[in-house]
């Protein structure tokens, strides 16, 4: 099994940055890819950014050149930098890991961007 805690979300203005954490423990071997996705009330959980073990990273077109995937595997931590925030960014933001063909998720942090 993996566990994933996010940290990290809270209330922003518009044009704000906020960095999501995300820890994972457990049963990290063999992990190949970690990233964010988010659901915003009445829609569908979509992908935000993910980024895989040999470094290749892969966002959302909503969030390109405005969105930063980083990993710290001494730490066993993924990152989500988000700047230039915008409202339609509010959702819960939720950590994923793949390994093995099997996914697991985080409990969600909320993300809040007031206009």
């Known amino acids: 099994q993996v566990q994933l805690v996010e940290s990290g979300g809270g209330l922003v203005q518009a044009g704000g940055s906020l960095r999501l954490s995300c820890a994972a423990s457990?049963?990290?071997?063999?992990?190949?890819?970690m990233g964010w996705y988010r659901q915003a009330p009445g829609k569908q959980r979509e992908l935000v950014a993910t980024?895989?073990?040999?470094?290749?990273?892969n966002y959302a077109d909503s969030v390109k050149g405005r969105f930063t995937i980083s990993r710290d595997n001494a730490k066993n931590t993924v990152y989500l930098q988000m700047n230039s925030l915008k409202p339609e960014d509010t959702a819960v933001y939720y950590c994923a890991a793949f390994k093995l063909g099997r996914d697991y998720w985080g409990q969600g942090t909320q993300v809040t961007v007031s206009s």
């Open positions: 457990g049963s990290i071997l063999s992990i190949n890819v």
């Open positions: 980024s895989t073990n040999g470094g290749s990273t």
